[in-house]
């Protein structure tokens, strides 16, 4: 641990002010409940970690890096370069989460269906365009990027990530959007299948999702890869005193799901933001019980796959919303509620509560009291289910 501090030590003289948060924080089990597991970037939750992040902004380009470090590593969390090289086109490069549904609140959301922060970034390359539409206030916004996965016991070699967006979004006091994401997982090897395709003509065929080699028994063959996706909807109406948010992340993973054959499935969730008391509210209904309702026609195993049988998952945590399992087919319905105070508060506070409604389950929670020092932020945390674990957390905004 000692060299990992002199580490932080040497960023602090490199980068000075713009080192601009050094955070400690300290569990005090190895029984770690769900919301310790969930939404943590991907981290170890039994381990304590001091973590510190330098964002910087110039006129053409901004990047950030954040690192946590533990007793037996350093590990590179959101870390990239975004790149302005024409106006309205954006060049970004390195470990990052996703330039689409920016509306989502991570800190309070159970997470977005389809990249949220459960998981460690992925490494990829994207390019990312605004073009306006008319009228000012009308604009497309779009992006598309590759990256890689990891390697492991599974993958022999790593598989690719293509990911590509569109949204069509009105700004002002009323802003709206509705967007579609595309993610596939391609390429790459296993021990049981081989080498999957990865030529150039292959790669149009995943960005058009087209199908691949039909098989022995197979009735048509199957799209190449492993495709996944959203329509992606919002509403925020800006308010003197509040701001009313409501959204719909419609999930699929081929064309019946795309079609809304699978009804209502995916993330619907409400917040409300409390200008005068700085407070936010969320609560989300997440459904996944359609997935196989119409067999052979809709008949998912929502981030599940036959081929790339780790599914949508990235370093042994689902890229997505944790409450979907990734190795084995879960139905289900989750309620989720979360309330938060403003960060500038000086006494700061944040709950999380879950719990699936479709068959019995224990609630899930995650308290956060804190109070503020000027830039000095001191709190504890308790998260339970079944296991209960207690955590202390300093935070310090340079």
């Known amino acids: 641990m000692r060299k990992k501090l002199v580490f932080i030590f040497l960023l602090s003289i ?3 002010q713009d080192l601009n948060q050094v955070s400690l924080e300290i569990n005090d089990s190895d029984q770690a409940s769900w919301w ?3 939404n943590n970037n991907g981290l170890n939750p039994a381990q304590s970690y001091l973590s510190f992040s330098i964002k910087k902004q110039f006129d053409k380009y901004d990047f950030l890096v954040s690192s946590y470090i533990n007793e037996e590593e350093i590990i590179l969390g959101e870390t990239f370069i975004n790149i302005e ?5 954006n060049l970004k490069l390195g470990r990052y989460y996703r330039d689409f549904s ?5 800190e309070l959301s159970s997470g977005s269906m389809l990249i949220s922060k459960n998981a460690l970034p992925i490494p990829k390359i994207g390019f990312l365009g605004v073009s306006k539409l008319g009228n000012k206030n009308i604009k497309l916004d779009y992006g598309i990027a590759h990256g890689v996965l990891d390697k492991n016991n599974t993958y022999k070699s790593s598989p690719y990530l293509h990911e590509k967006f569109f949204y069509l979004k009105r700004d002002g006091k009323n802003e709206f959007g509705i967007g579609l ?5 391609w390429a790459g090897s296993t021990k049981n299948n081989g080498d999957f395709p990865n030529t150039f003509k292959d790669f149009m065929k995943v960005f058009i999702s087209g199908d691949g080699r039909k098989k022995d028994g197979q009735m048509h063959a199957n799209a190449l890869g492993n495709h996944l996706g959203i329509w992606d909807f919002y509403i925020i109406k800006k308010n003197q005193n509040n701001n009313l948010k409501f959204y719909y992340q419609h999930f699929f993973e081929d064309t019946s799901g795309l079609r809304f054959a699978n009804r209502t499935d995916g993330l619907w969730g409400f917040e409300f ?3 005068r008391y700085k407070i936010d509210y969320l609560i989300e209904y997440l459904n996944t019980s359609n997935q196989d309702r119409d067999p052979p026609y809709v008949n998912d195993s929502y981030y599940n796959h036959t081929e790339y049988t780790l599914g949508w998952s990235y370093r042994g945590n689902v890229i997505g919303n944790p409450f979907i399992n990734n190795l084995i087919p879960n139905p289900s319905q989750v ?3 979360g309330i938060q105070s403003f960060k500038e508060q000086v006494i700061q506070y944040k709950l999380l509560l879950s719990r699936q409604i479709d068959t019995k389950d224990s609630l899930k929670y995650s308290i ?3 109070k503020k020092y000027d830039n000095l932020l001191i709190a504890i945390f308790l998260n339970g289910e079944v296991d209960k674990n207690l955590g202390f957390k300093l935070s310090y905004n340079l």
Request: proline fraction near 0%.
């Open 335 to 337: 309620i989720h509620f």
């Open 102 to 106: 920016s509306y989502l609140n991570d």
């Open 36 to 38: 310790s597991k969930k």
């Open 181 to 185: 994401v595309h993610e596939a997982v």
């Open 14 to 16: 490199i980068f000075g």
């Open 85 to 89: 090289f024409l106006q309205n086109y």
């Open 368 to 370: 956060q009291i804190g």
């Open 273 to 275: 933001t409390d200008l």
